[in-house]
Nanobody, 117 residues
Framework: QVQLVESGGGLVQPGGSLRLSCAASGFTFSMYTMSWYRQAPGKERELVAAITSDSEFTSYADSVKGRFTISRDNDKNTVYLQMNSLKPEDTAMYYC??????????WGQGTQVTVSS
């Protein structure tokens, strides 16, 4: 079965950095676009970044452009989200997902990112 396991979240001060990881299994990772979403309390889940299967194309929400970088390692079945210059408004639960199985959307359990002084 499809499993997505996020890690790397935590508490960080404004201006700090975190690197999130998502380990995937249960499908042929290297064939599918992977994405990161986030959901803050009281808000809808939003797309943060996406990366195509061969890493040729990436896309970002306007709110994170220039600060976040999505990458993947197809040998390790892992997608990453490097987050720099973090702001309090980046505080949210972060989830990874795959285009495998669409329209069904698979989600991991998420990893909490809190940006606060």
């Amino acid at each position: 079965q499809v499993q997505l396991v996020e890690s790397g979240g935590g508490l960080v001060q404004p201006g700090g950095s975190l690197r999130l990881s998502c380990a995937a299994s249960g499908f042929t990772f290297s064939m599918y676009t992977m994405s990161w979403y986030r959901q803050a309390p009281g808000k809808e889940r939003e797309l943060v970044a996406a990366i195509t299967s061969d890493s040729e194309f990436t896309s970002y929400a306007d709110s994170v452009k220039g600060r976040f970088t999505i990458s993947r390692d197809n040998d390790k079945n892992t997608v990453y989200l490097q987050m720099n210059s973090l702001k309090p408004e980046d505080t949210a639960m972060y989830y990874c997902t795959t285009n495998y199985g669409l329209p069904r959307r698979y989600w991991g359990q998420g990893t909490q990112v809190t940006v606060s002084s």
